[in-house]
């Protein structure tokens, strides 16, 4: 089996070693080759998504992502932008479904910004399209307004648009993914003011006829993300295009306590899939040793079971990453008063003893 390992910029190499020791600690027969990728990739290659990168990544059976992006490269063309690399690999590997699943872990519900009984227990899957929409597009760009009040005045434009083929695959996945929970499917729109949306809650209702044991919801994106905040457990899986999905997956991972906490996997059509934390590259604390690297360690789970076919693997990864949480270690975005604040590397430390079986200490 073979992994692409891209740690990228800011916290990304600090997290992904973390998981990249976790992986060979399963002492399983994984390959694992790294590139560069983003910043990183730009400052070595004069490219954020250099070739090599792109094959090692095509030429992989998944990869593993860190993060990308530092505000220093805000001023280069966008061409050239380290999230080009991110955007680039979703594109040419064909990752179209990302899975971004929101859990609130029992011991962190007070880290949550809302009350602890409105997200105890809460277990919400996140399926955003993410090749199409207004990300790609065409045409874009800016140019001078050819009509309307502001005729000859300099502006631009992106383009939204969703084809149906586009829209029934990622149905297809939101549907099968809600067939192994709780069997209901929220899909988020803005209906009444988008044709690209109208169109995708049109479709959506046409596949859904395929799964009459799912009940399917549709929400305008306005009032989803109102009720991510009101009643958050009534959402089982939201399916939703690629923009909307940005946006309602950040503060979905907020309900959790700490985005530090969340994994995701991006999947094209046969499995193949690239696995990222939700956060970012936080380059205002990379270097520091701080970094939660659990969102991490957590993707390489979500790898193993997905793309390897490895669940038992992937079991041992989820069941350490809660004893080490019960033994109450915590990074600084999840500490509270009466656990153990511990590194990157001591958390790393932590989820590696869980797994072979050594006793976790608490200092
Ligand atoms: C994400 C990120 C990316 C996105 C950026 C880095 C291009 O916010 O994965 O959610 O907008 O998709
Ligand atoms: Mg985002």
Not at 54 to 61: E, R, S
Not at 89 to 109: D, E, M, S, V, W
Not at 121 to 146: C, M, S
Request: net charge negative.
């Amino acid at each position: 089996m073979k992994i692409a390992i891209l740690p990228g910029d800011g916290i990304g190499p600090e997290i992904v070693a973390e998981a990249v020791r976790v992986l060979r600690a399963l002492e399983l027969p994984l390959e694992m080759e790294t590139a560069p990728v983003g910043g990183a990739a730009y400052e070595a290659h004069g490219h954020p998504l250099p070739e090599s990168t792109l094959k090692l990544a095509q030429a992989a059976d998944a990869v593993l992502f860190g993060a990308v992006g530092d505000w220093k490269y805000d001023k280069l063309e966008r061409h050239l932008r380290p999230e080009q690399a991110i955007l680039g690999l979703r594109k040419h590997l064909g990752l179209f479904a990302n899975l971004r699943p929101a859990i609130c872990y029992p011991q962190l519900t007070h880290a949550s910004s809302l009350k602890p009984e409105l997200v105890a227990g809460l277990d919400i899957l996140i399926v955003r399209e993410l090749t199409g929409d207004i990300y790609f597009g065409q045409p874009r760009g800016r140019r001078t307004a050819p009509d309307g009040a502001f005729a000859g005045a300099p502006e631009a434009f992106d383009t939204m648009r969703y084809s149906r083929p586009e829209i029934e695959r990622i149905a297809h996945v939101a549907f099968q993914a809600a067939r192994k929970r709780a069997k209901k499917v929220t899909s988020v729109d803005k209906a009444n003011v988008l044709e690209t949306f109208q169109f995708w809650k049109d479709v959506v209702t046409e596949v859904h006829a395929q799964y009459p044991d799912v009940q399917l919801e549709h929400m305008y994106v306005d009032n989803a993300a109102m009720q991510l905040v009101k009643a958050p457990k009534a959402f089982d899986v939201i399916v939703t295009g690629n923009m909307f999905g940005d946006i309602l997956s950040d503060e979905a991972a907020m309900l959790t306590g700490s985005i530090g906490m969340l994994p995701s996997a991006s999947l094209d059509a046969n499995n193949k899939g690239l696995y990222e934390p939700s956060h970012g590259s936080a380059p205002d604390i990379a270097g520091k040793g701080v970094a939660n690297p659990l969102a991490t360690i957590l993707s390489a789970a979500m790898m193993l079971r997905y793309s390897l076919a490895q669940p038992e693997a992937a079991d041992r990864i989820e069941r350490a990453v809660q004893a080490v949480l019960a033994a109450g270690l915590r990074t600084g975005d999840i500490w509270s008063e009466g656990t153990t604040r511990v590194g990157t590397r001591e958390m790393g430390d932590a989820v590696v003893a869980a797994i072979t079986g050594k006793t976790i200490t608490k200092s």
